[in-house]
């Protein structure tokens, strides 16, 4: 049983009629209902939570934190950031959705700037899975279109160890590396594009698909698992020339 | 000509006497002399400075920035660090020597912990370079000893698109990824383990070609090249569906 | 259930009197038995069989090919060679080991001349596991000594998307890449060089666990997997300028 | 002087009336004179020159090797592919370009099928690089079209090393990676897919411009180099505990 927190900023959502048109409950009930099976046990979280959803009674009993935020990056506190990315390198899996790649969370993942070119536009996004054998990809056709989208297009700046899963092609021109994955310390990330809040990506069997599969890949090999500690005064396995004289 | 700042938080080796017999001066004089070359423009600054020796003056002067600390990489503020990582992501190179792995920056770059394992021991290391045709190899034996070290041991926590140029072998029985390189947006990285204060690695000639090497690596291509932003409304390039309804 | 074909050489094993001493029923028949497992259907095959022991009829039902070779790497057919890539590409696991490193079959999937320094010493090698979180450091020690060792040293011409899980230390001064990951199209590849005919190593539990997991890691997630086609005249998506005019 | 030998296979270009038309004197003479420049020493080969273009005399003489070919791939020796590759592991560039991706030697690079989609469609190709800072983008457009091309789409089965400076967006619906970096031993590879036969692609000024970057970048840093050989019986560096029983 894997347990999954999607943690969603929950602003536009709750505030903006025509986004919460798409998403009455907000997007992490979305994702929640649509994720559903027998091997996650998937709660949500939320920034207006206390301790911002983030407090360590969560994070110490999640396995895969699901991340979409969008409006209020500025919001999480430095704090908060270094106390997540500490669960990664120690094992959690962090999934990062859609706007998510301008998060603090994903930014300190990087070490970059996460900039990316964009347009809301509502135009037909094309992906396809460039790894066709990844587990993140299993099951998942090679192409399919999201009707209506918002353009993300490259240049993605994230780092050269991000591995391409999905790109994707959009109807005005561009392209983008839409399914990366990423490793720190123990933990694995995956981002993935889709998902504008004022179109119903998040109800698409293929996405959900791509997003399950990567919480399955995320998912630590072992609880409990702790980042490699600085080890202090570590003795000599070998007798040292030093000590001989 | 590139110019180079040498940043040393510049404590121990002003404040302990042994530590001070060796680089009278401190380690970032000693490194300005060692590295002296007509194609470097060289300048040092310290902790103490104003600014931290970090201010927007230096760093839009700076084409590779090297770096030595110790004991007091929490009292570089989590701003500056944003600073230096944001130069370093619009193409500032950034040599990390020694204890710097566990620096704020060089944290920041990796997203990961940067831990250790370490032995004040004296012992001797011996260096491989594992990619003899790189830049940074360039004139540098394929293996040399540095007679007394600090043991700096596996695992070391970085990310894996750390290429490994240099590892190391310890008599104590360890191994270490002692020279690697990163890319971080536009910015070269180079970190570089040998170089503890007390004793004096940095008068050693194949430890001054190494760090010269990767200064000349990792200066930019161009000056005052700026990191990809983030594009808002970007035009499409082709005329979308829903606009020809 | 994982299909497991160990490929031996079969020479030095079968012919020499101290080597046989060793490993009296050849080293395939000692990893067979050391890899016994509930999970693992193996057998074995070597290059004397019919068809180099490399039939379709092998190869077809192979999830996990180990290869072990030394001095007949030149007898092993081109044809063979481009068979089992070819199968490796389609998503069949691959294991070789110690002076595999020469093998054909190694070299076509680097794309590089996989030298390496190396002395028959006996002396004593020590790994380190620098990815402890990988799977194929399962229950494998952080480190751990084989007493007695031929010496692999760098600098090993192999390519840089070899991921490094272990790394060795030897008496001599050397250190080596010693357990490598890469990826192929569909397939996995695991180097590992411990493992010269004329010591005991493959009797080592360590050195079994290490083996044992880069199995069923490298094993292909669903059978009957093939390879990306050449994909002719492919229609287009999306109606193309010129056929609109 | 960086020595450039623009190697064609020369028969499309040669006998077919349509496509002789595109390029009069051979693909190779339109490179030649769209490459001219004062630190380049260009020369030409063709297969059917003798040693098909490829004799050590050539081949020594080579800094970077520049290979186009398309419907005589299996007319190249194995012998002459195998003495390219280890030219390119002892330090000589190699460019690749279109249909080149099917070539034996681009194979033998990757240890990959190298397989793709095409339609020979005449339609529209987009680029877009993604590493702007990369030597081999300089004085690039950020994005810039190749009016009427031979779609090249995804899954492109190529190792995951292979680092991506350009992809491409086609009209029909199809994304690739257009232009990509290995490196395999000493050499340096790039592969970029523009230019198929019967479209006047080598005469587009960024299409030459990114060629020439590459040859610049692919250079080897110093002639001569040659690959590590296997070291056999390297001397101990430090004494062997079994010695001093």
Request: overall charge negative.
């Amino acid at each position: 049983m894997i347990k999954v927190t999607i943690w969603n900023e929950y602003r536009q959502d709750r505030d903006i009629d025509f986004i919460r048109a798409v998403y009455p409950e907000g997007i992490h009930a979305a994702l929640k209902q649509g994720l559903s099976a027998p091997d996650l046990e998937i709660r949500t979280a939320v920034l207006d939570d206390p301790c911002q959803g983030l407090s360590d009674e969560i994070l110490d009993s999640t396995d895969v934190l699901v991340w979409w935020a969008h409006a209020a990056h500025q919001e999480v506190t430095d704090e908060n950031v270094k106390r997540v990315l500490a669960k990664v390198n120690s094992g959690m899996g962090l999934i990062v959705l859609h706007s998510g790649h301008y998060s603090k969370i994903f930014q300190a993942v990087c070490g970059t700037s996460c900039s990316l070119k964009w347009r809301e536009s509502g135009e037909k996004e094309r992906l396809w899975c460039i790894q066709p054998f990844h587990p993140i990809a299993r099951d998942v056709p090679e192409t399919f279109v999201v009707p209506q989208t918002e353009m993300y297009g490259e240049r993605f700046d994230i780092p050269d160890d991000a591995r391409t899963i999905f790109m994707s092609w959009y109807e005005g021109g561009e392209v983008f590396r839409s399914g990366v994955t990423l490793e720190r310390g123990y933990g694995k990330i995956f981002y993935f594009s889709p998902g504008h809040e004022s179109f119903p990506i998040y109800y698409q069997p293929e996405i959900l698909k791509v997003i399950g599969n990567a919480i399955r890949w995320a998912a630590p090999l072992c609880r409990g698992i702790i980042s490699a500690p600085c080890v202090k005064n570590q003795e000599p396995l070998y007798s040292l020339e030093k000590n001989k004289e």
